[in-house]
């Protein structure tokens, strides 16, 4: 009889063991780190770090600097909001407003710093291992306009990253 018991004990114990790692694999993690891929490509590099709050929405910044010299803009910081209206958390298709902080360089070639806030809708997609492939395309008002500079900066992304 104490074998029976301690068996199903032993039994019983390691169900709940075997429930506790599935959870913990299920749970992908709030932390996000993302490369756009398309400006890289345009000689102008973006990492982005995301923290999700919960199953539909987001916080995070992007920083990019040029990596060619014959890009006007040549340093910029975009924190953004986004609400996700998928299936999974945190993903699916979304809406962002942000707010951009940059340098430019103008038709004088003097570097002038612009400011201003926009919107942006994408799609984010995310596989069982936690890579991550996003694409957006957004547009910001630029209030800091005039003297060459642009009146509006760009928000366009093709993303690969992970969530942790």
Do not use: H
Not at 28 to 57: H, M, Q, V
């Amino acid at each position: 009889m104490k074998c029976f018991v301690l068996f199903f004990l032993l039994l019983i114990s390691q169900g709940f063991c075997l429930q506790a790692q599935e959870d913990i694999q299920d749970y992908p993690g709030d932390n996000e780190l993302k490369i756009n891929a398309a400006y890289l490509l345009g000689g102008f590099g973006e990492i982005t770090y995301e923290r999700i709050l919960g199953d539909d929405s987001a916080f995070g910044i992007a920083l990019g600097f040029a990596l060619d010299n014959s890009i006007d803009y040549r340093f910029g910081t975009i924190p953004y909001y986004r609400l996700y209206f998928g299936n999974k958390r945190a993903s699916g298709f979304f809406v962002e407003g942000n707010a951009g902080f940059f340098s430019e360089r103008t038709f004088e070639s003097d570097t002038k710093f612009g400011a201003g806030l926009g919107l942006a809708v994408g799609s984010k997609f995310i596989t069982k291992r936690n890579w991550i492939a996003e694409v957006f395309f957004g547009l910001g008002r630029n209030f800091s306009s005039g003297d060459g500079q642009s009146d509006v900066y760009p928000r366009v992304g093709i993303l690969i990253g992970k969530r942790y």
